[in-house]
């Protein structure tokens, strides 16, 4: 009878099967964001990417290193190109809708919904602290509007982020001062608002700018 030499078989042990599996999804997690980066016009990064995934077939003994550090290798350089592709990115655009005075519109924070109605825009206002007038080399202008409840429970209401003017030039006003009602607004009664802006006097083309839940923020023309 032959003797039958056996082979040597190599048994894997749960070390491999976790490093099989790590780079699987590692792979799979940088091909896909390649090819995402390089559909949004990031294509010089996608590519970055995609060269990243290639270095996870490289074996780590052919680049003399251990596993583990060539995984450490490979999330470094992703954070490196990650943190360049965040600093290239163009800022989203902001999308309004548009309204004008005494036209009603829906805000919706958390899961409360309120309507507005911006009434009024006096500008050259007068507005004094302690019974003094403040002086300005610009001008005031005060915004006033209703606010009102359209659920069904009485709600404390709040701004989430305060109002802007936006002007024709693209200058954006904050907040001088605001009047707005304490405590909680009952359903369908309807509160006034008024919010007190400084401006310079060559400001034209003025938009009243608030934000909500909703993705679009409202713009109220304040010269119609």
Do not use: C
């Amino acid at each position: 009878m032959k003797n039958i030499t056996k082979g040597e078989f190599k048994e894997i042990g749960l070390k491999n099967i976790f490093s099989i599996i790590i780079d699987g999804f590692l792979l799979l997690f940088l091909i896909i964001l390649g090819l995402e980066t390089v559909k949004t016009g990031q294509v010089l990064v996608g590519i970055l990417y995609l060269i990243l995934s290639l270095l996870v077939f490289v074996p780590h003994h052919f680049l003399r290193i251990t596993h583990a550090l060539k995984i450490v290798i490979i999330i470094i350089l992703f954070i490196i190109v990650a943190t360049f592709n965040g600093k290239n990115v163009p800022p989203v655009e902001q999308k309004y809708d548009n309204f004008n005075l005494n036209q009603k519109f829906d805000l919706v924070y958390g899961n409360d919904t309120f309507s507005m109605t911006v009434k009024e825009a006096k500008p050259n206002a007068k507005i004094s602290v302690s019974g003094k007038d403040v002086s300005t080399s610009g001008s005031f202008i005060i915004v006033t509007g209703d606010i009102k409840n359209i659920g069904l429970e009485a709600v404390d209401f709040k701004f989430k982020t305060d109002p802007e003017l936006l002007d024709n030039q693209g200058r954006r006003y904050s907040l001088y001062g605001a009047a707005i009602p304490v405590g909680k607004l009952q359903p369908s009664v309807a509160k006034e608002v008024s919010f007190v802006f400084e401006i310079p006097k060559d400001a034209s083309g003025l938009k009243f700018i608030l934000k909500d839940k909703t993705v679009n923020a409202k713009s109220v023309d304040l010269n119609r």
